[in-house]
């Protein structure tokens, strides 16, 4: 405690005290002489000088990364996973730094060629989501295990970060990225990468001692983005077409902890209206949000309603977010859109429907409201919303932040949807979430299909600046995203 005082108490000139205390602060000095003079009298060594030597010497080493193992897990589908964990040399010894779990993005097993030639390949949803590797040619867990990629992480992705310094996350994403030359990773597998960048950004956090987000740079510890709670899922089996319902609440100043109460009890009261017109059950999608078909548009409205006053809450203080996935809609032959089974809309018709649910229906966010290449339609609709409301694009390939302007120069979307499974790397998704920011767009982050319980989403959403944080619902494995959100 003396040598601390001391330390503390050192002759600095006045004018530079503030600066030696904040020198002292950035590099932890008083904690480490704390920790070493503990050890010096635990052990007593009969060169304490030597000793002491030694040990700072020992912290002067940078620590490095010497291996990544890898193993097979289960996520929230119910489908195998990789599990990536990492190992580094800190003060002279090996240890395990930390282990992450890579999410799922949405896949399907396609089946190519004929007799001998015939194969099963695993082909993402995203137009830019990197592969998944699976073991498709093996029935064993329905052509779905990850063994293989684990097999690349222990060999090809561990032999390319080992020797880095665990805290410098760009190198090693840079490094893991390059790993497999193919822009699809279709050799070592975006999951592989994925699950080593992920468990790399908790190990740099652990080095360093810090919240992973305030390692990947956020500027404040407080969790600034909205929560957006996904309520409904809306089947393709429905007349209503649209994909699903998120609410958020209204008010963005409303602390963390407290959004994570006020959207829980929403939920819970949708829930329960579910139930009493359902009594079999309501299915739940692997989001945790609610499987519901409807006939009318008008059905959702009254049931959320209901919901509102069931919560305990005010009409208004929850604003609703609809994934409209109009690609999914779309008649080809006749250029329109059938949002409900049977009714047939022409764009500019769509576009009124969609100002009125935002004018009348506290609607405050519109998903992928029409084909991606209907750039006409995206620019009336944002017209027409005047800022009332904000259009999403859901893609996070950085080609699809140019996409959010028109061929005329025009802003045709408010905002691009970023999920971490798209984005194939902790640092691509920084990079995506800055790129977006740079041109002025929001950003909204999204939970992958299959979740792993982690709470890491909720510290690169705080990281990434973005806008709105969709976790899915808080229910299951997301629990834990919406725990990290009220810890932050």
């Not at 209204?250 to 994570?260: F, K, L, N, W």
């Not at 079999?280 to 409807?294: K, R």
């Amino acid at each position: 405690q003396q040598v601390v005082k001391t330390i503390m108490a050192a002759r600095v000139d006045l004018s530079a005290k503030e600066a030696a205390q904040q020198f002292l602060s950035k590099h932890k000095i008083v904690p480490t002489i704390e920790t070493m003079i503990n050890e010096l009298c635990r052990l007593q060594p009969t060169d304490a000088h030597a000793f002491m030597s030694s040990y700072l010497g020992e912290l002067a080493q940078a620590p490095t990364i010497t291996k990544i193992t890898s193993e097979e897990v289960m996520n929230s589908q119910g489908a195998p996973t990789l599990q990536a964990t990492i190992f580094g040399l800190v003060r002279g010894t090996e240890t395990q730094l930390a282990t992450e779990t890579a999410p799922s993005g949405a896949y399907q097993l396609v089946q190519q060629g004929e007799g001998a030639e015939q194969r099963w390949e695993c082909q993402p949803v995203g137009q830019h989501q990197p592969l998944e590797l699976v073991d498709a040619s093996n029935t064993r867990w329905g052509r779905r295990g990850v063994l293989t990629a684990a097999q690349h992480v222990t060999a090809t992705l561990s032999a390319a970060i080992r020797g880095v310094d665990p805290r410098d996350q760009n190198e090693i994403d840079a490094r893991l990225w390059a790993a497999d030359p193919d822009p699809r990773k279709s050799t070592v597998g975006g999951n592989s990468i994925l699950a080593c960048s992920l468990a790399a950004a908790r190990a740099g956090a652990a080095v360093a001692k810090v919240s992973i987000a305030t390692h990947l740079g956020a500027s404040s510890t407080a969790f600034s983005p909205a929560l957006a709670v996904h309520l409904i899922a809306i089947p393709r089996s429905g007349k209503v077409k649209l994909r699903g319902v998120h609410a958020a609440l209204a008010s963005r100043a409303t602390p963390a902890r407290d959004a994570v109460a006020s959207l829980s009890a929403f939920y819970t009261a949708v829930k329960d209206i579910a139930a009493r017109k359902a009594p079999l059950g309501t299915p739940l999608a692997t989001s945790g949000a609610l499987v519901m078909a409807f006939d009318k548009i008008e059905m959702i409205w009254e049931l959320l309603n209901e919901a509102v006053l069931l919560a305990g809450l005010e009409a208004g203080q929850v604003e609703f977010l609809l994934d409209c996935g109009a690609s999914q809609y779309y008649d080809e032959a006749k250029q329109k859109y059938d949002m409900v089974a049977g009714v047939l809309r022409a764009p500019a018709d769509l576009v009124n429907d969609y100002a009125d649910m935002c004018r009348t229906r506290h609607v405050r966010a519109l998903i992928d409201p029409f084909r991606a290449d209907d750039a006409a339609s995206w620019a009336a609709l944002r017209k027409v919303l005047s800022g009332s409301a904000r259009v999403f694009i859901s893609d996070t390939a950085e080609s699809r932040v140019a996409a959010c302007t028109g061929q005329d120069g025009a802003q045709i979307a408010d905002g691009l949807v970023v999920r971490l499974a798209q984005a194939g790397t902790v640092t691509r998704f920084l990079e995506t979430c800055g790129a977006a920011r740079a041109a002025g767009l929001v950003v909204w982050a999204a939970a992958a299909e299959g979740e792993t319980g982690s709470g890491v989403l909720a510290d690169l959403a705080l990281a990434g600046s973005v806008a709105v944080a969709a976790f899915g619902a808080p229910t299951r494995d997301r629990v834990h995203l919406f725990n990290r959100a009220s810890e932050a």
